[in-house]
């Protein structure tokens, strides 16, 4: 659907890109003709990446150490960048952090490894991109964020999310018409269940067939894969008049079943603590593998 040559001469920066619906989305840019940088915690989850990304597009592809909760981190790498000769273009905020828990269960710190990511992060690494766009005078750049469709239902059990994804449908539609007038666009998607590692480990702990019992309960009967998020990521960051905008790609899921995790309210003390405990050893496996990078 779009010419193979759509994003030549562009430098998208994904954060979270190294994995899941930022892997998808970097992947189908470059072949879409784009240079992608990489941004994410885990240096050898980076350089995976890298190395199979450029085995098909040599030359196109840089990462970066960054964590995007700590603001003049952000700073520093986009200033990098420029200073380097290698601006971005274009923006997609995808890097996150969820999980699930009774909120009377969640502690402040629980809270802050969520919003720290999604609303903090995500406003750090938009600002600093932006005002620079602002500063070149040259218009044409784009932001696509990823949030969730319960930031527009709300949805129990995953409150912190909610409210940190809201936020960004919030700053999406205010920089949309703040920013407008420097050629600057910003959009949203909304994923429905798009298969993913790190979802299922913080989301389903647990759960035997998390993508079977999705389907079973979409509209379309099944979920979302690599060329959906890729095409509308494209598309949203592709010359056009949408701007300020969210879009569900769920495949109605939303509009049948809310925010979801409603299955969740058959858990009683022991199925939580179980799921805290699942929870707890894959965090303990990506902080070590964070340390490994040294």
């Known amino acids: 659907m779009f010419l193979p040559d ?3 001469g562009q430098r998208v920066l994904v954060t979270g890109g190294a994995t899941g619906l930022g892997r998808m989305m970097a992947e189908r840019l470059l072949s879409l003709g784009a240079a992608v940088e990489l941004w994410g915690r885990r240096g050898p989850v980076l350089a995976e990446a890298r190395e199979a990304m450029e085995r098909a597009h040599e030359g196109r592809v840089s990462t970066r150490i960054v964590d995007i909760k700590d603001a003049d981190a952000v700073e520093a790498a986009v200033a990098a960048a420029w200073d380097g000769g290698g601006g971005y ?10 999980f699930v828990s009774r909120t009377e269960d969640v502690s402040p710190r629980g809270v802050r490894a969520v919003s720290d990511i999604v609303f903090h992060g995500t406003l ?26 319960w930031g527009r239902t709300g949805a129990p059990f995953v409150v912190p999310s909610a409210m940190s994804k ?11 018409v703040e920013w407008g007038r420097y050629g600057i ?15 299922y480990a913080r989301l ?22 690599a060329e959906d998020i890729g095409n509308l990521a494209a598309f ?10 969210c879009i569900a790609l ?26 805290r405990e699942r929870i707890a050893a894959r965090n303990a496996a990506d902080k070590a593998q964070r340390g490994a990078r040294s």
Do not use: C
């Open 6 to 8: 759509l994003f030549a």
């Open 89 to 98: 273009t274009h923006l997609v905020n995808n890097a996150a952090g969820n």
């Open 124 to 149: 750090a690494v938009t600002q600093a991109v932006g005002k620079r766009w602002i500063a070149a005078k040259d218009g044409g750049h784009a932001v696509v964020s990823i949030t969730t469709t």
């Open 166 to 176: 809201a936020a960004i449908d919030a700053m999406t539609r205010s920089l949309a």
């Open 185 to 199: 666009r910003l959009n949203v998607i909304a994923p429905g269940t798009i298969p993913t590692e790190g979802m």
């Open 204 to 225: 389903r702990p647990g759960d035997n067939d998390p993508t079977a019992k999705a389907a079973a309960n979409n509209p379309l009967g099944r979920v979302g894969n």
């Open 236 to 245: 949203l960051l592709a010359p056009s008049w949408i701007n300020g905008e």
């Open 250 to 275: 769920d495949g109605g899921s939303w509009m049948m079943n809310g925010g979801g995790f409603r299955d969740l309210f058959a858990y009683g003390d022991a199925e939580w603590a179980a799921a």
